[in-house]
C-alpha cells in the first residue's frame, strides 16, 4: 500500500518561495519504479498537471512552470520536492502530490495511481 503525504504549503506573498516536500509510506524498493509527480487544482476548475520526475529522471513542467519551478527526487532518501519560486497569486491552490508505477507520461499521467491528501498554497498580493 502507498501513502503520499504533503507538506510545506502556506501564504505567501506574492514574488516569494514555497518548497512542497511529499513523504512515502509503502515499499522502499517500489519508489525508484514510481513516477511522481504533482497536480494543483483551484476550487470549481478543472486539476492541472504542474511537474512530474519519471524514474530515469525526466522532467516535465506546465507551461506556467517552466523558468519558476523545479521538481527534484532522491531514491536513497525518499523525497520528493517541488521548490516554487517568483509565485503568483494565480498559483493560489491545492497542491497534490501523485505517484504512477513505471509511467513515462508527462504528470505520470492523467490519472496517477496515488494521490496525497494535498495542501493548500495561497499567494496573496
Known amino acids: 500500500q502507498v501513502q503520499l503525504m504533503e507538506s510545506g504549503g502556506g501564504s505567501v506573498q506574492a514574488g516569494g518561495s514555497l518548497r512542497l516536500d511529499c513523504s512515502y509510506s509503502g515499499p522502499r524498493s517500489w519508489y525508484k519504479n514510481l513516477c511522481l509527480g504533482w497536480f494543483r487544482q483551484v476550487s470549481g476548475k478543472e486539476r492541472e498537471g504542474v511537474a512530474s520526475i519519471g524514474l530515469d529522471g525526466t522532467t516535465t513542467f506546465g507551461d506556467f512552470a517552466k523558468g519558476r519551478f523545479s521538481i527534484s527526487r532522491d531514491n536513497e532518501k525518499i523525497t520528493l520536492k517541488l521548490d516554487m519560486n517568483s509565485l503568483k497569486i494565480e498559483d493560489t491552490a491545492m497542491y497534490f502530490c501523485?505517484?504512477?508505477?513505471?509511467?513515462?507520461?508527462?504528470?505520470?499521467?492523467?490519472?496517477?495511481?496515488?494521490w496525497g491528501q494535498g495542501t493548500q498554497v495561497t499567494v496573496s498580493a
Open positions: 501523485v505517484a504512477t508505477p513505471s509511467s513515462s507520461a508527462p504528470y505520470c499521467g492523467t490519472t496517477p495511481t496515488y
